[in-house]
Each structure stands twice: as C-alpha cells, then as structure tokens.
C-alpha cells in the first residue's frame, strides 16, 4: 500500500472509531441502570458427573436483555462492567439472586458463580458472599464459585486471603478456563480449589486431533488428580467429545451435548425430576 493511500485510511477509520466510542457509552449508561430496570437474570447451565451423567449443579450465568440494545453477551457486557467499576454491584446481585433461587431446589445439587478479579480486590466481598448465604439459608457447600487464573495475576496476595477467607465460610472454588492464563502454577499449592475446568478450546481442539491439546488435557487431569481436585471438561458440544474427555478422565462434564443454558425455571424442573425419581 503507498503512503498516500495510507493518509487516506487513517481519514476512513476515524469516524468508525468515534461510533464504536459512542456505542460503548450508551451500553454503559444502560449498563448502569441494568439492574435497577430488571433486565438481568440468570441462566443455568447443567453440570453433569462424567462417568454416570448424573447432574452435580449449575454454573450461574448471567444474562442482560437490555431494553435499547437486544440481548447483550456477557463476553461483551462483563468486561464493560469490571471497566466501569460496576462489577462490584452487578456481581453482588448475582451472588444473591442465584443463593436465593439455588435455596428453592430441592436435593443437594450445586450452584457455580463466576467471580471476576476485581470483586476479590474488595475484602467487603466476604460479607457479600457470607450474606448471600445468610440471606438464601442455601448451606455454604452447596456454593461454589469460580475464578479465573488472572486473579492471582492482578494482585498477588491480596487476592489469596479474600479465597481464604471465603473458604473459610464453608463454599467450594473452582479454578476457570484452566490454560487460557498465566502459566505460574504456584497459587495452585496455595488455594484449595475443588475443581478445574478445562477451558473449551483445548476440548475443541483435541477433538479435531490437535495432539497438544490432548497432551494438556491429560497433563492437566494428572495433576488435578495428584492434588485432589475434580475436573470439569468445558464446552462439550457432540457424543465423540463426550466420550474422549471421559477417555481422558475428567470427572465433570459441562456443554451444549448436554444442555444449553436453561431458564430458571427450567433448571428447577430439571432437578426436581431427578429428585423425584430418586426418591421413587
Ligand atoms: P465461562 O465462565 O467460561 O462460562 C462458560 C461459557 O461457555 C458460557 O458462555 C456458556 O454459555 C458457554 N458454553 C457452555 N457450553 C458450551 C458449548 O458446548 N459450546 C459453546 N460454544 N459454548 C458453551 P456465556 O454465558 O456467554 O458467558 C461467557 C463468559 O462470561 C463466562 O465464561 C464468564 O467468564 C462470563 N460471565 C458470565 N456470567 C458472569 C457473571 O455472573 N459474573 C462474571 N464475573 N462473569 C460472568
Ligand atoms: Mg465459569
Ligand atoms: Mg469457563
Ligand atoms: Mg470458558
């Protein structure tokens, strides 16, 4: 390309540019008034033992249907929340509705809510997470919740104590999208975490026979098994990916092959069902 097409590119981009800025302003005005308004819920997506299909729990994920923009993807809204300081009040509200909603199920079936870094900054998320519980009656290890390695890559040990005194409470961690961080493997000895999750692209991937990604799966289920943990396969879409992260030993199993995110109230129907017949 010459130089003076390259001006002349520069000159095209620059409106473009100026309507992404301003598209991301109105999303976080309307980000702010989100909750407020009630156009947030959660869905809940079944996670099943690998070997018995039995379903373990739920991952809570939440959902935005704003009245502007349409349904908004957490992949969007999330890091538009951590950025605007709103991750704090939004993450609080989905501790406390999926405690609540969790509390109504019968059984002993589990509920995972992701935790972004910026919520452990805070130590008050204790009290979050400790009223939440309070709040529901939900007993503390029916809770887990889920982290991401980059919490131990923002702020060191500020971090690890707010996990520790979380654990204390009673409720399970779980370390998310394994392998997609940083590769210090040290906060691993320091937080006892129930369950990896193996992130989605590695069982992608295997799948199509990337001999890599087998590797690291297995690498990854030796190690989770040496220090005691569970693990959950990510993203498991077909039977043939089914089978080959069960191949590989992973005790959990989360997916679209399985089922999609449901509705609250299609959760709970889910799990009432297996409590009925197991009570039969
Ligand atoms: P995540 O925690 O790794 O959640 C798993 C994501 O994979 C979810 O996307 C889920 O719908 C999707 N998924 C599950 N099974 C399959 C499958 O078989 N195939 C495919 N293609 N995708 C599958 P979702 O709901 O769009 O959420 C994206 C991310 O947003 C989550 O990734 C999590 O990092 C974040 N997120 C969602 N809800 C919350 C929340 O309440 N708080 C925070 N901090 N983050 C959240
Ligand atoms: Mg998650
Ligand atoms: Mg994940
Ligand atoms: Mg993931």
Redesign the pocket.
């Known amino acids: 390309r010459s130089k003076d097409a390259g001006g002349g590119v520069v000159h095209a981009y620059e409106p473009q540019l100026h309507a992404q800025a301003e598209e991301r302003r109105l999303l976080e005005m309307a980000l702010r008034q989100a909750l407020e308004k009630g156009e947030m819920h959660i869905a809940y997506q079944p996670v099943v033992d690998a070997e018995t299909g039995n379903l373990g729990g739920f991952e809570a994920l939440l959902r935005w249907q704003s009245t502007e923009f349409g349904a908004v993807s957490p992949v969007k809204f999330i890091p538009l929340a951590e950025e605007a300081r709103l991750i704090a009040p939004i993450g609080a509200w989905v501790l406390r509705t999926a405690c609540l909603e969790a509390a109504r199920w019968p059984g002993h079936v589990r509920v995972a809510v992701n935790v972004s870094p910026d919520q452990l900054q805070n130590p008050h998320f204790v009290t979050t997470v400790a009223s939440a519980l309070a709040n529901s009656g939900l007993s503390p290890e029916r809770l887990e919740l ?1 982290v991401t390695e980059s919490v131990f890559m923002h702020e060191g040990l500020g971090a690890t104590k707010v996990l520790e005194r979380v654990l204390d409470l009673g409720v399970r961690l779980s370390l ?2 394994f392998g997609t961080g940083y590769s210090s493997l040290g906060y691993l000895s320091r937080t006892r975490f129930s369950t990896i ?1 193996i ?1 989605r692209s590695f069982v992608q991937n295997a799948s199509r026979g990337e001999r890599e990604a087998v590797a690291i799966i297995r690498a990854v289920v030796a190690l989770a098994d040496s220090l005691g943990m569970a693990t959950t396969a ?1 993203g498991v879409e077909t039977e043939a990916e089914h089978r080959m992260v069960q191949g590989f030993g992973c005790t959990k199993v989360q997916g679209y092959y399985f089922s999609r995110p449901l509705p609250v109230a299609e959760a709970r129907a889910l799990v009432q069902k297996r409590y009925d017949s197991r009570a039969a």
């Open positions: 889920e998310d999208d999750k992130d990510e």
